[in-house]
């Protein structure tokens, strides 16, 4: 064919990438690869074939973990852990900073062995995956070198188990890796099963880059070796990134052992074109969203809501350009689309859509023989609810509907579980910023699509999991502070005495919910007596079902969240004043209930003033960031509220541990359905008082009494609680977190450790009360 044919048929010839380098590597460590611990190889033991998936060829052997081999990698990473997060953070910058040259220099590499292995077109591999993976590094070597400076009073949670999927197995290993060990973390990694090449061959980078021995460790296997490290006791911290699934499990796993976590999960991310948006370029977005890396992408646009409208020419110019897309082999320069990762995700794919009853396209491209390869698919003609615009395909194909109006876009957009990510495309940017922040997702570009950087945070909310990477919000997960707290031993309430002291009119005390007080369900309360046998009055003791009304009308007081900083400041203020003028009364009240002493009370009193005057002075200063991100548009953070939060307030600080909770989560757009301290609720039931005349709307504060035990399991398990907190006495942690597992809310709770009130405000609390949602805006013509 000579050069005016080619121009004249516009067809590609091959471009094959030589995958010589990758291949003698893997004959260099004998196809037969053991685990890297505490510095160095081990010998290969049993193990399990690494295929390319495009050929079914054996790339080479890897060893499956044992519980031997994931204690003596949790042992060397405990061992070198001190020593690293003693170490300057400079001294640490210069570690990751060699890292990201090392992945430099050897980035055509990298990028073959990751498209050998996982089967994505070596344009993918080249171009995105690996620049990005040296970018994480270098950005946090400077994180590293920061942290002394930026994050006073923080430090290292210690040992972190991190487990990562398959999609991009060495860019996840980056996103993982970098911000742990910038920390002074150690790291015990597991990469996918399927993927474990490139995340060997970074062992040998860290070797190269003189990395101390035992901070970080990888051990490959199955999902057996993930188990292992999520409940070694050793280890402080886990990092998941992969399905809804194996992350509730890993919720419930980890319940009440104090390791933190994170999740990085699932997602049915909406793909929104407005009547006005540029339709090529939104095609051609659409085509990077849905069929980029074969669709295995988390935040995989897979759910395209076009306006009605358009939507007949759309779905058509859409299939021509599917039509074009080019299908093979993944080491080939010119392939869009390559193989699925294994036969098992292939026959998985393939049977969602042979059930489906939508009207299929599959993308009429020449189709390999032999390999992992499934063709680009759209299905349109699907109703909202049909499993298909619910379930996470996790594949190349695309499912559609229709939509008549921006109200209707965000409603059909925001009818999922997941929350992970979301797609915008107008040409109408007043139309576009409007419907963003409506849209329940931790990450939203407009007009663009997957767009990552390091210094920008990414993850979702609701079932797509919590907690961010990248960015400052992202090292917090790997940083506490760095302050001792005390086992903190449970309250009990007062118990009846033998002469008991009753006089004055009985006051009686109800609960608190949806602006009016309430008596409790099941109609029964308790006796409040004061260490001296005098009878205080009695609380209500509420049920699931006082819960279930608190929890109706904390969202029926959506508002509160849309309303201005400024507004709630003023609110919580007026709430501080009138709280000022019956000083004397609620200090009575604490010195009568716990037996402190009157300056003690006093001074409760006063610091639960104090704090509501933070929080006022924070509503409206608790910022957002623009990100610094390579991108010719914006990138900007915006701290959105949680939603409802169930919080269990403290024993040992009645009035003080209700109003920081208070404090922070109003403020912050939240509503509140406070349990009062259990053994001191009438400090509570006399706050409401205060809610009453303070002009906080109905809904946005509601306080229960009753057993924090008998009560946690039922607040922690709704399904329309978005988060839960426990600074209770009580032992709560563990059912808490396996509760909560259900709809995978966010959770902070004590663990059974003393909370200092004197310092319960500030940044740590916001951050607590409020979501980072990334929103991309690129510009320009």
């Keep these: 064919m000579n050069v005016p044919e080619i121009f004249d048929s516009m067809d590609y010839g091959p471009a094959p990438e030589s995958a010589a380098e990758a291949l003698a590597w893997l004959v260099d460590g004998g196809d037969r690869f053991g685990h890297f611990i505490d510095g160095h190889m081990t010998d290969p033991g049993d193990g399990f074939p690494s295929k390319n998936p495009a050929t079914g060829e054996v790339l080479a052997t890897l060893s499956q973990a044992t519980q031997a081999d994931v204690d003596a990698a949790v042992a060397a990473a405990r061992k070198a852990q001190p020593k690293w997060a003693k170490l300057p953070g400079h001294a640490r910058a210069k570690y990751l900073y060699a890292l990201a040259r090392l992945v430099q220099k050897h980035a055509r590499l990298l990028a073959v062995l990751e498209t050998l292995d996982n089967g994505k077109p070596i344009r993918e591999s080249r171009d995105i995956d690996i620049p990005l993976v040296a970018r994480h590094f270098y950005y946090h070597a400077g994180m590293a070198q920061l942290m002394e400076a930026e994050l006073p009073g923080r430090e290292a949670l210690g040992v972190c188990g991190q487990i990562i999927p398959w999609n991009f197995p060495l860019l996840m290993l980056a996103w993982k890796v970098a911000p742990a060990i910038a920390m002074g973390n150690t790291v015990v990694l597991k990469p996918a099963e399927y993927t474990s090449l490139t995340a060997l061959l970074f062992a040998d980078l860290c070797r190269e880059a ?193 939509f008549r109006t921006p109200s209707e876009a965000v409603q059909l957009a925001n009818n999922t579980r997941y929350g992970l990510a979301a797609s915008v495309w107008s040409e109408n940017v007043n139309l576009a910023l409007d419907v963003a922040p409506k849209l329940v997702a931790g990450v939203v570009w407009v007009n663009g699509t997957n767009m990552f950087d390091a210094a920008a945070g990414f993850g979702g909310v609701r ?160 910022d957002g960031a623009a990100k610094g991100v390579p991108l010719r548009g914006l990138a900007v953070a915006v701290n959105e509220p949680v939603g409802v939060i169930g919080a269990f307030c403290a024993d040992d600080a009645p009035l003080l541990g209700l109003v920081s909770v208070l404090g922070a989560a109003l403020a912050m757009g939240n509503r509140l359905v406070a349990v009062a301290s259990e053994p001191y609720p009438l400090a509570a039931t006399d706050f409401y008082q205060l809610l009453e005349t303070s002009d906080v709307p109905a809904g946005v504060a509601n306080i229960v009494t009753g057993s924090h035990t008998e009560l946690a399991p039922q607040l922690a398990g709704h399904m329309d609680v978005d988060a839960v907190w426990s600074f209770s006495s009580s032992d709560l942690s563990g059912v808490i977190e396996r509760e909560a597992a259900g709809n995978l809310k966010r959770t902070w709770v004590n663990n059974g450790r003393t909370t200092d009130w004197s310092a319960a405000e500030g940044r740590s609390w916001l951050a607590a009360a409020t979501e980072a949602k990334t929103v991309w805006v690129p510009y320009g013509e």
Excluded at 274 to 294: C, K, P, Q, T
Excluded at 483 to 506: F, I, N, Q, R
Excluded at 510 to 524: C, F, H, M, S, T
Excluded at 593 to 602: E, I, P, V, Y
Aim: proline residues 5%; hydrophobic residues 40%.
């Design 210 to 402: 003189g990395l101390p021995k035992g901070v970080v460790n990888i051990v490959t296997g199955d999902g057996a070796v993930g188990e292992m490290i999520v409940t070694h006791d050793d280890i402080d911290k886990i990092a998941f990134t992969g399905s809804t699934e194996v992350g509730r499990a890993i919720r419930k796993a980890t319940a009440g052992s104090g390791k933190a976590l994170t999740l990085e999960l699932g997602g049915k991310s909406p793909y929104i074109v407005f009547d006005d948006a540029d339709m090529d370029s939104a095609i051609e977005g659409l085509v990077d969203a849905i069929w980029f890396n074969g669709g295995q992408v988390c935040c995989a646009g897979s759910r395209l809501l076009v306006q009605e409208g358009i939507a007949d020419r759309f779905h058509e110019k859409l299939k021509r350009r599917m039509d074009g897309l080019r299908l093979g082999d993944p080491l080939d320069k010119c392939i869009d689309v390559g193989a699925i990762v294994d036969p098992v995700q292939l026959d998985r794919i393939a049977s969602l859509v042979k059930g489906t009853a939508g009207d299929v396209h599959h993308a009429s491209c020449a189709m390999p023989e032999g390999g992992c390869f499934y063709p680009p698919t759209l299905i349109s003609g699907l109703e909202a609810a049909d499993p298909l615009m619910q379930e996470e395909i996790f594949g190349p194909v695309l499912v559609s509907t229709t």
């Design 463 to 622: 079932e797509s999991g919590f907690g961010r990477e990248g960015g400052w919000e992202g090292l917090m997960a790997y940083t506490r502070p760095a302050t001792e707290t005390k086992a903190l031993k449970p309250v009990a309430a007062v118990a009846a005495p033998k002469d008991a002291g009753v006089d004055g009119l009985d006051r009686t005390a109800k609960l608190y919910i949806g602006g009016k007080q309430a008596r409790p369900d099941g109609g029964y309360s308790r006796p409040v007596w004061s260490p001296k046998g005098k009878l205080l009055g009695h609380a209500p003791i509420g049920n699931r079902k006082d819960l279930r009304n608190a929890v109706e009308a904390a969202r029926g007081a959506s508002g509160w969240s849309k309303s201005t900083g400024h507004l709630r400041a003023q609110i919580l203020y007026y709430l501080a004043e009138n709280l000022s003028a019956r000083a004397d009364e609620f200090a009575g009240r604490l010195h009568d209930m716990t037996g402190a002493s009157a300056k003690a009370a006093d001074a409760e009193v006063a610091a639960s003033v104090s704090r509501l005057f933070s929080s006022a002075a924070w509503a409206d200063k608790y």
